[in-house]
């Protein structure tokens, strides 16, 4: 649900010919361009040297979306032009130096065909994160390990404790989407450094923690489900239950995106969770949100109404492999069909490999669960105070769909201790925005809205009747 979006971030560049040393002089350095995408530009930086050799070697750098260093297969040059190939992506640029300094370029990708203009340049982006927590802190932070018991994969996280913690409440946080570390950092924000440091001056203790495969935690995300999330939540209960400094009767969850979908599933098997807070949790089941985050989504970045329909079209066909097809097997097949039109084993070993990499993001563990989950039985069930929140320009987990299946859950199971709230003018990471586009987040210089921040705080202290410190 929390997309990533990967466009331009993985590149394969290959330049056709070789050059002379002096060329190889001229285009050491940094080269900075723009691509322009409906509703927003993106900066692309490549910073090229020279080995002792004599070799080059370039690095690229994507700042928006927080991607440096990444490495650069090949560097070659023709004499008046480069052509950059990305077979992972199928997409291809080439350019031509109009002068010692400028390339005048074309981007082709998925048909689409985006000027990208490149200029030498020794000056980067900086991105501006100001609400990203700085020592020195007035609350102390532990980095804890504990171990869940069913999977044996060790967890990893930072325990952040109000000064002179003496029983407090503590939260958990439970990320959204994808592998995630335990700052859900994306595009260089980092919400949950931002949420415990909040808490944590606030008198609330906080743990947040690695997905499974990232940084400390060991196992994988791609492999594992949200039911497997569910259980790495439940032994991080068990963990702050174990420390002296936090009271066992005031830990709550909070779940941002898939991670508003862990909570229900966790507060309905611990009688210890106090309370949960859902951030742009979903109320609907996964294929509907699905085909409603694929559409608003698209027309957040202002493509065309053709165009929107054909991403409907190739995400309903995908939706229908993973609930008709119980075997992987055979959703594999299916898969190979419908991406290469029959023609998969008349290819050649390289297109193979670059169609089942395509189709390892949809069949794998994790996406066929939560096409096929619906949250709502589970909401039904849950019986500790609830926040549910989701941002008026969500495109993600659209807020009205979502939040009237909540309001309708709770309300059938007879919970009479929660509250549904449209938060105005933010998007699904909780950012005053402008569209809701996820092309936005990381323009944005925002983090977390402040308001969200005091709303949180305020209603735990609320519902539990603690005083805050």
Same mark, same amino acid.
């Given at each position: 649900?929390?997309?990533?979006?990967?466009?331009?971030?993985?590149?394969?560049?290959?330049?056709?010919?070789? #050059?002379?040393?002096?060329?190889?002089?001229?285009?050491?350095?940094?080269?900075?361009?723009?691509?322009?995408?409906?509703?927003?530009?993106?900066?692309?930086?490549?910073?090229?040297?020279?080995d002792?050799?004599?070799?080059?070697?370039?690095?690229?750098?994507?700042?928006?979306?927080?991607?440096?260093?990444l490495?650069?297969?090949?560097?070659?040059?023709?004499?008046?032009?480069?052509?950059?190939?990305?077979?992972?992506?199928?997409?291809?640029?080439?350019?031509?130096?109009?002068?010692?300094?400028?390339?005048?370029?074309?981007?082709?990708?998925?048909?689409?065909?985006?000027?990208?203009?490149?200029?030498?340049?020794?000056?980067?982006?900086?991105?501006?994160?100001?609400?990203?927590?700085?020592?020195?802190?007035?609350?102390?932070?532990?980095?804890?390990?504990?171990?869940?018991?069913?999977?044996?994969f060790?967890?990893?996280?930072?325990?952040?404790?109000?000064?002179?913690?003496?029983?407090?409440?503590?939260?958990?946080?439970?990320? /959204?989407?994808?592998?995630?570390?335990?700052?859900?950092?994306?595009?260089?924000h980092?919400?949950?450094?931002?949420?415990?440091?909040?808490?944590?001056?606030?008198?609330?203790?906080?743990?947040?923690?690695?997905?499974? /495969?990232?940084?400390? #935690?060991?196992?994988?995300?791609?492999?594992?489900?949200?039911?497997?999330?569910?259980?790495?939540?439940?032994?991080?209960?068990?963990?702050?239950? #174990?420390?002296?400094?936090?009271?066992?009767?005031?830990?709550?969850?909070?779940?941002?995106?898939? /991670?508003?979908?862990?909570?229900?599933?966790?507060?309905?098997?611990?009688?210890?969770?106090?309370?949960i807070?859902?951030?742009? /949790?979903?109320?609907?089941?996964?294929?509907?949100?699905?085909?409603?985050q694929?559409?608003?989504?698209?027309?957040?970045?202002?493509?065309?109404?053709?165009?929107?329909?054909?991403?409907?079209?190739?995400?309903?066909?995908?939706?229908?492999?993973?609930?008709?097809?119980?075997?992987?097997?055979?959703?594999?097949?299916?898969?190979?069909?419908?991406?290469?039109?029959?023609?998969?084993?008349?290819?050649?070993?390289?297109k193979?490999?670059?169609?089942?990499?395509?189709?390892?993001?949809?069949n794998?563990?994790?996406?066929?669960?939560?096409?096929?989950?619906?949250?709502?039985?589970?909401?039904?069930?849950?019986?500790?105070?609830?926040?549910?929140?989701?941002?008026?320009?969500?495109?993600?987990?659209?807020?009205?769909s979502?939040l009237?299946?909540?309001?309708?859950?709770? #309300?059938?199971?007879?919970?009479?201790?929660?509250?549904?709230?449209?938060?105005?003018?933010?998007?699904?990471?909780?950012?005053?925005?402008?569209?809701?586009?996820?092309?936005?987040?990381?323009?944005?210089e925002?983090?977390?809205?402040?308001?969200?921040?005091?709303?949180?705080?305020?209603?735990?202290?609320e519902?539990?009747?603690?005083?805050?410190?």
């Amino acid at each position: 649900m929390k997309t990533n979006y990967p466009l331009l971030l993985l590149f394969i560049l290959t330049v056709f010919s070789t #050059s002379s040393k002096a060329q190889n002089k001229a285009v050491i350095g940094s080269w900075k361009g723009e691509i322009e995408l409906p509703g927003a530009k993106l900066e692309m930086v490549f910073n090229i040297s020279e080995d002792e050799e004599g070799n080059l070697s370039t690095k690229l750098d994507v700042p928006q979306q927080g991607a440096l260093n990444l490495p650069v297969e090949e560097t070659k040059l023709r004499k008046d032009s480069i052509l950059l190939q990305v077979p992972a992506i199928l997409s291809t640029y080439h350019g031509q130096f109009i002068t010692p300094d400028s390339i005048a370029g074309e981007w082709v990708q998925g048909g689409q065909k985006l000027v990208l203009n490149l200029k030498k340049t020794g000056e980067v982006k900086i991105i501006k994160r100001p609400q990203t927590p700085q020592a020195p802190f007035s609350y102390s932070s532990e980095d804890v390990e504990y171990t869940n018991p069913e999977s044996a994969f060790k967890l990893s996280g930072t325990l952040t404790l109000p000064k002179n913690a003496n029983k407090c409440p503590a939260v958990l946080l439970i990320s /959204g989407s994808g592998a995630q570390d335990r700052d859900e950092t994306i595009y260089e924000h980092k919400p949950f450094f931002v949420i415990a440091d909040y808490f944590a001056k606030h008198g609330i203790a906080v743990l947040r923690v690695d997905d499974r /495969g990232v940084e400390g #935690s060991e196992g994988s995300t791609r492999e594992a489900t949200s039911k497997d999330f569910a259980g790495d939540v439940l032994c991080g209960i068990e963990y702050l239950k #174990s420390r002296k400094d936090i009271s066992p009767t005031r830990i709550g969850l909070i779940g941002h995106s898939e /991670g508003g979908l862990i909570a229900p599933m966790v507060a309905n098997k611990s009688e210890d969770v106090a309370f949960i807070i859902l951030m742009a /949790g979903p109320g609907t089941a996964g294929d509907s949100i699905l085909l409603e985050q694929t559409e608003l989504s698209a027309k957040a970045t202002g493509l065309s109404e053709q165009a929107v329909n054909a991403k409907l079209f190739v995400i309903k066909g995908i939706i229908n492999i993973l609930k008709t097809n119980d075997d992987q097997e055979a959703r594999t097949a299916a898969f190979r069909k419908a991406f290469t039109g029959g023609m998969y084993k008349m290819m050649d070993d390289d297109k193979k490999e670059m169609v089942d990499k395509q189709i390892a993001a949809y069949n794998n563990n994790w996406f066929y669960f939560f096409v096929n989950y619906n949250p709502y039985p589970a909401l039904t069930k849950v019986a500790c105070p609830v926040l549910a929140m989701i941002g008026e320009k969500d495109v993600q987990v659209p807020p009205k769909s979502n939040l009237t299946a909540i309001n309708k859950a709770l #309300s059938e199971g007879g919970n009479k201790n929660f509250k549904t709230i449209e938060v105005p003018n933010l998007n699904h990471l909780f950012q005053n925005c402008k569209t809701g586009s996820p092309i936005e987040y990381s323009q944005l210089e925002e983090t977390v809205s402040p308001d969200v921040l005091e709303l949180m705080k305020n209603w735990i202290f609320e519902v539990s009747e603690w005083e805050e410190k």
